[in-house]
């Protein structure tokens, strides 16, 4: 472990000028008019790019610095990378969503920048108390961001709903972290790793721990049996948080699991791996049946998360490096179709989220073929058809997992990968094969909205026929987590 000097401040610097720039939104915001209130999120776009530019600097920097509470590794890079194409096209997809809706824009530009920096915490600490101070602070941020549609009731109750059950969650993992202090006498990663394969520390109380802790990131990451929230929340949120919320926290919250079960408690892996099978099966098998009978695509999308959250349970199960590749490689992919297909929700529902029935889709494969295609192709890539990124992070999955002898949760795996092509398609038949509404509105299609539907479905179609760069990039990404 280095000394700390001035110097190591570099080593966060992408943190500092994501802070910065959430500031300089803020501060900018109250100097513009109405009709130019915009422009901050251009701002907010230069800061990612900024914080990209910032983020190379630390290429083969590796190493614990800041008294040793953050590191610079691979994995750390790699999720950094994932927060700031979530974060750009979240933004991307916000900017016309908000003038549409005539909400304010500098704090909320500045709640996702300022939410990047705690899902930066959350992957790249070496501490536990650093890694709850990026928990929470991602958690403030995404709070507000719920209730930023101020007279919408569905708004407000999706943000007091998360406010209450985050605030419980929190008190579980905290409440873990108190205790594996308690029996190690430190909050470091590594030491407490090297305190248990000591056999120094309470075995009783370890375990007790790791279950609260286990809790705590089952929350954030909308795994059964603390996934209730999750639909209620999603649906009630302003659509571009609902495609943040489905993606960023989530793979926040896979980070700080890989990285504190894997370095701190792998003396203890044959007893919180069962447990995580056991939720990955109730995981899958929830959000799967719960999605079918859903109406609302909102809500069948966030029981699609939560399914998928599932999948990448498996990948964690295995508990091979293999699996851990596999479920970076498909977290950036679940990033990018999950975001497309929560961008094509903004486009059809209209000034105020009111047409969100998978029936407002009909006849769209009629009157905007392109929106229908990009629909089609984001939906095949969740259901896990070939020749898209869904397919290929599956198949990454699941060989994990056959490798580590998991059969029976392969199968489940591969059985409710295909019960979710039901839902899926159905959306692609309402498109496709039914007429529209007589009153159905116009839909416009804005610059930005474009460039997020060409990203993300560039990205997938990329990632499902050319995944090489990526998973090499993912195995090399957490070869030093452990």
Not at 34 to 55: E, P, Q, W
Not at 326 to 337: G, I, T, V
Not at 383 to 409: C, E, Q, V
Request: charged share 10%.
């Amino acid at each position: 472990m280095q000394d700390s000097s001035l110097f190591e401040i570099q080593h966060i610097l992408p943190e500092i000028v994501l802070s910065l720039f959430g500031i300089a939104v803020i501060l900018v915001d109250t100097f513009l008019s109405k009709a130019h209130r915009d422009r901050t999120g251009v701002l907010a776009l230069v800061g990612i790019l900024v914080t990209a530019l910032s983020t190379l600097f630390l290429v083969n920097e590796e190493g614990s610095y800041i008294f040793g509470m953050t590191t610079v590794d691979d994995f750390g890079l790699y999720f950094r990378f994932t927060f700031l194409i979530i974060g750009a096209l979240t933004i991307l997809a916000s900017m016309s969503y908000l003038q549409r809706e005539h909400l304010v824009t500098g704090e909320y530009y500045a709640l996702i920048l300022f939410a990047i920096v705690g899902m930066n915490l959350m992957a790249t600490s070496n501490e536990l108390i650093m890694i709850f101070l990026g928990l929470e602070t991602l958690s403030i941020s995404t709070y507000i961001l719920l209730g930023v549609m101020r007279t919408d009731l569905r708004s407000n109750e999706s943000a007091l709903k998360y406010f209450l059950l985050g605030s419980f969650s929190s008190a579980f993992l905290l409440y873990g972290i108190a205790l594996v202090y308690g029996v190690t006498r430190t909050t470091n990663l590594e030491l407490i790793g090297r305190e248990i394969a000591r056999g120094n520390v309470s075995a009783p109380v370890l375990y007790l721990s790791a279950a609260l802790m286990l809790v705590g990131f089952g929350f954030k990451i909308a795994v059964a049996p603390f996934h209730i929230w999750a639909p209620d929340v999603y649906e009630g949120a302003p659509t571009p948080i609902s495609a943040f919320m489905s993606v960023g926290p989530k793979a926040a919250g896979f980070a700080m699991l890989f990285r504190v079960f894997f370095e701190a408690f792998p003396a203890l892996a044959n007893k919180w791996l069962v447990a995580a099978w056991i939720s990955s099966v109730l995981t899958m098998c929830v959000g799967n049946f719960a999605a079918i009978v859903q109406s609302n695509i909102k809500r069948m999308l966030a029981y699609s998360s939560i399914a998928h959250a599932g999948y990448i349970l498996v990948a964690f199960v295995s508990g091979s490096q293999e699996g851990e590749a596999a479920a970076l490689f498909y977290l950036l992919a679940y990033a990018l179709m999950n975001i497309g297909a929560f961008a094509l929700v903004t486009i059809v529902s209209g000034e105020g989220d009111k047409r969100v029935s998978i029936e407002d889709f009909a006849g769209i494969g009629t009157s905007h073929p392109i929106l229908a295609a990009s629909m089609s192709i984001f939906l095949l890539s969740l259901a896990g058809i070939p020749l898209t990124a869904g397919f290929t992070g599956k198949f990454f999955i699941f060989r994990a997992a056959l490798g580590s002898h998991l059969i029976w949760l392969t199968i489940i795996g591969v059985l409710n990968s295909a019960i979710s092509v039901y839902y899926y398609l159905r959306v692609i038949v309402s498109m496709y094969m039914k007429e529209p509404a007589e009153n159905a509105p116009l839909i416009l299609v804005s610059p930005t909205l474009k460039s997020v539907l060409l990203i993300s479905v560039s990205g997938v179609l990329f990632l499902g026929i050319f995944p090489e760069r990526i998973i090499n990039l993912a195995r090399n990404s957490i070869l030093n987590l452990r």
